[in-house]
C-alpha cells in the first residue's frame, strides 16, 4: 500500500482554481520532488494534503485513510505521522519561544506526557548536528542555515513517516545546504522517512528525489523516475526548465530552450494544452486538450512529445 | 589604466558593536573596468552587502572606515561630499536589490515612480513616459504604455525585477550594482534576467557588479570573478581561471560543493565543515585555516598576502608562494 495517495486533488480561492486535478502517490521511504515555477501550486499541494489549505475536491489518502477535508480532530493525531518543514525557516519559528521549547512542542501537542523533553531536546539538537547549548537561544540568535535546523529537528521530533518539505534549501549557502541535504538523506536511511520535496533546485532534485512531478499551472505535466526525467524529458516544459539550470561552468554548452511570455493567469486558462502559448515546440494539434497518459511509470500530458 | 572605472583599494571597514569592532571587511582590493560584469560570490556573512552599502555609502551608523579608498572614475567616494553621493547615486551608480517584491513602493503606479526618478531630467512630462515605456519594453514587458498605468502588485515577481531593472538604467549609469537580483527567483525567470543584463549590457556599455551565491550565474554572466571569504578577498581573476584553474582551496571546496556540478546522483554531498570565524574576534593568520585540508603551520601564523599569480589572477594562499610572479 502507498503511504500518501493523492487522486485528482482540486483546490480553488473563489474563481481561482489554483489546483486543477493533481494525483500522485508516495511509497514508503520514497522521495518524491515537485518541481514548476512560481505560482504552479507546489505550495498548496503540500498546504492541502496536510489539511492548511482547503481541497474542495478529490482525495488524499494517507495510510488507507481519507484525510481530504478531515476535521482537526482526526488530523491531530495524524500530524504525528506527517510533517511540515515550511518554506521560511525564522519566520516559522515563533520569535518568543526558545529553542527547547520550540522543538519539543510537538510532544506537548500531542499529549506525551511521559517524555523527558529536556533529554528529547538534547537528542534532537544532536540528531540535526547543533550545539546542544543552543536550547537556550532565541529564533533570531540563530542564522538561516541553523534555523532551518531547527525546523527538520521539530519536524522529525514524533518520527513521522511522511515529511513535506517546502524550499527545504532555498537561501542557503551551498556548503551548507549540502548540509542539510545529507542529513535528510541520512535520517531517511535511518529512519525509513517518506518525503515529499518541492523545490526549484533542479541540482538538489537530482541528488535526493526518487521520483518527481512537474506542475504547470495546478497540474501534473509529467511524472516519473528522477534518472528517467533527467535523461529523456518528453514535456516541452519540462525541457525548458532542465535546459535554464545554470551550470557552474563558464564554457558548459548549454541548448537553452526559452520560454516566451509569463504564465497565463489561472483566471484565463487557455483553451487546448495550457503550455501552448508559451511552448516553442506547439504544433496544430496542441489546440486540443492533452490528457494524462503513462507509459511504463512516465507519466505525460502532451499531444506532441518530445523524443 | 585608463579604462578603470571602479578601484576598491586597500579598504577596510568596521562595524563598532557593544562586543568590540566588527571587524566586517579587511583590506579589499579589486577593480572594475569599464562595460565589464564582475561577479562577487561568497557565503552570508562574507561582506558582500558591506561592500555594497559601503561604494554607494548607503552604511549604518556604527560603520566605521577604517582605511583605504573607494575610487569611482579616479575620485574618492569616501572623501566625497554628501552632495556629490546623492548627485551619483541613480544617475552614475545604480542599483538593483534582492527582492523585486519590496522594491517598488505598492501605492504609486509603475508609471509614476518611474517618473519620480528621473527627477534630474529637464524632458516633458510626457517625454519622459515615453522613455519609462521605451525601457519597459526593453526589459520585454509587452505592452508598455498599459502597464505604467499598473501597481506594483499587478506584476509578477520577474516582471518586478525586470522593472527594478529597468528603473536601474534609465539614467544610463556607468556602473549597475545587482545585489543577488535572481535569488528571489525560480529557474526560468533567473535565466530571463541573466539575458536580459547581457543584452543590456551590450546596448548600454554599462559595467555590472554583479553579486551571487549562485556559482552557475556567476559562470554564466561574468568576466572575472572576486571570491569574498569572511570580509576578505581569497581570490580573483578571470572567470575561466576561477572555475577551472583556482588558487585558493576555498574557491575550489566552494565549487565542488555546488550540486549542479555533480552530475551522478551523489548519495553524500560535498561541504565545507566548520564555522566563519568570528569577525570580532578575529583567529591570526589565514582567516580560512580552520576550515582547509591543506593548512599548514605557516597559516596559524601569517596572514596570507593576496599575490599575484599571473596576469590578473590574485590568491591569498600560502601553497601558491612558490609560483608567485611578482
Known amino acids: 500500500m502507498s503511504l500518501l495517495n493523492v487522486v485528482d486533488l482540486k483546490t480553488s480561492y473563489g474563481p481561482v482554481n489554483v489546483l486543477a486535478g493533481v494525483s500522485f502517490t508516495v511509497q514508503p521511504g520514497e522521495t518524491y520532488a515537485l518541481v ?89 539538537l544532536e540528531m540535526v548536528n547543533l550545539p546542544t547549548h543552543f536550547a537556550d537561544r532565541y529564533p533570531y540568535q540563530l542564522s538561516g542555515g541553523q534555523a532551518r535546523r531547527v525546523g527538520v529537528a521539530r519536524a522529525l521530533a514524533l518520527e513521522p513517516k511522511l515529511i513535506l518539505a517546502d ?58 523516475t528522477t534518472e528517467t526525467i533527467f535523461r529523456d524529458p518528453r514535456h516541452p516544459y519540462t525541457r525548458c526548465l532542465l535546459s535554464a539550470n545554470p551550470e557552474p561552468d563558464p564554457d558548459a554548452r548549454l541548448e537553452r530552450i526559452a520560454l516566451k511570455g509569463e504564465p497565463p493567469s489561472l483566471l484565463k486558462r487557455p483553451s487546448g494544452c495550457e503550455f501552448r502559448e508559451r511552448c516553442p515546440f506547439a504544433k496544430d494539434i496542441c489546440t486540443q486538450t492533452p490528457e494524462w497518459e503513462v507509459d511504463g511509470g512516465h507519466g505525460l500530458r502532451c499531444l506532441a512529445p518530445l523524443s | ?22 571587524k566586517a571587511l579587511r583590506d579589499i582590493t579589486f577593480d572594475v573596468n569599464k562595460g565589464e560584469i ?9 561582506g558582500k552587502s558591506t561592500l555594497i552599502s559601503s561604494i554607494l555609502r548607503l552604511t549604518a551608523p556604527n560603520t566605521r572606515f577604517r582605511e583605504g579608498e573607494i575610487r569611482f572614475k579616479g575620485q574618492d567616494l569616501l572623501q566625497a561630499s554628501e552632495r556629490h553621493m546623492r548627485d551619483l547615486r541613480g544617475a552614475d551608480i545604480s542599483i538593483v536589490f534582492q527582492d523585486p517584491m519590496q522594491t517598488h513602493n505598492p501605492v504609486l503606479t509603475i508609471g509614476q515612480q518611474m517618473l519620480d526618478i528621473q527627477h534630474r531630467s529637464k524632458q516633458s512630462k510626457a517625454d519622459k513616459l515615453a522613455h519609462a515605456a521605451k525601457m519597459l519594453g526593453a526589459v520585454g514587458i509587452p505592452d508598455p504604455e498599459a502597464r505604467l498605468k499598473q501597481y506594483p502588485h499587478e506584476f509578477s515577481g520577474g516582471m518586478r525585477q525586470r522593472i527594478a531593472i529597468a528603473m536601474a538604467l534609465m539614467s544610463e549609469p556607468d556602473l549597475l550594482i545587482a545585489d543577488e537580483p535572481t535569488t528571489a527567483l525560480d529557474a526560468t525567470l533567473e535565466v530571463q534576467i541573466i539575458e536580459r543584463l547581457q543584452e543590456l549590457q551590450r546596448e548600454f556599455h554599462c559595467a555590472i557588479l554583479f553579486i551571487s551565491h549562485h556559482l552557475g550565474v556567476i559562470a554564466e554572466l561574468c568576466d572575472r570573478v572576486v571570491v569574498m571569504y569572511a570580509g576578505a578577498v581569497v581570490e580573483s581573476g578571470e572567470v575561466r581561471e576561477i572555475f577551472h584553474n583556482s588558487k585558493h582551496p576555498y574557491t575550489r571546496r566552494l ?54 599569480l599571473k596576469e590578473g589572477h590574485h590568491a591569498a594562499c600560502w601553497l601558491n608562494h612558490e609560483e608567485v610572479t611578482t
Open chain 1, 36 to 124: 514548476g515555477e512560481s505560482g504552479s501550486g507546489k505550495t498548496t499541494v503540500i498546504r492541502a494534503i496536510s489539511g492548511l489549505a482547503p481541497a474542495q475536491d478529490g482525495s488524499v489518502t494517507f495510510e488507507g485513510q481519507e484525510i481530504r477535508g478531515a476535521p482537526e480532530r482526526v488530523m491531530r493525531p495524524l500530524r504525528k505521522d506527517m510533517a511540515m518543514m515550511f518554506q521560511d525557516p525564522v519566520g516559522s519559528l515563533s520569535p518568543r519561544l526558545t529553542i527547547r521549547s520550540l522543538i519539543t512542542e510537538p510532544y506537548r501537542i500531542q499529549g506525551m506526557k511521559d517524555k523527558d523533553l529536556d533529554a528529547e531536546a538534547m537528542r534532537l
Open chain 1, 167 to 224: 524550499e527545504p534549501t532555498a537561501g542557503l549557502d551551498v556548503s551548507v545546504q549540502g548540509e542539510l541535504l545529507n542529513l535528510l538523506n541520512d535520517l531517511r536511511e535511518r529512519l525509513g522517512l517518506a518525503m515529499v520535496i518541492i523545490t526549484h533546485n533542479l541540482s538538489v532534485v537530482r541528488h535526493v528525489a526518487d521520483r518527481m512531478g512537474i506542475m504547470y499551472l495546478g497540474r501534473l505535466v509529467e511524472e516519473g
Open chain 2, 1 to 22: 589604466m585608463t579604462d578603470t572605472l571602479l578601484e576598491i583599494d586597500h579598504l577596510s571597514v568596521d562595524y563598532e558593536t557593544g562586543r568590540g569592532d566588527l
Open chain 2, 38 to 46: 564582475v561577479g562577487i560570490v561568497g557565503e552570508s556573512g562574507c
Open chain 2, 255 to 308: 565549487i565542488e560543493c555546488d550540486p549542479g556540478h555533480i552530475k551522478e546522483r551523489a548519495r553524500v554531498l560535498p561541504t565545507i565543515p566548520g564555522e566563519v570565524p568570528d569577525l570580532a574576534n578575529l583567529p591570526g593568520g589565514c582567516i580560512f585555516r580552520d576550515r582547509c585540508d591543506q593548512a599548514m603551520a605557516r597559516c596559524a601564523t601569517e596572514v596570507p598576502p593576496l599575490d599575484q
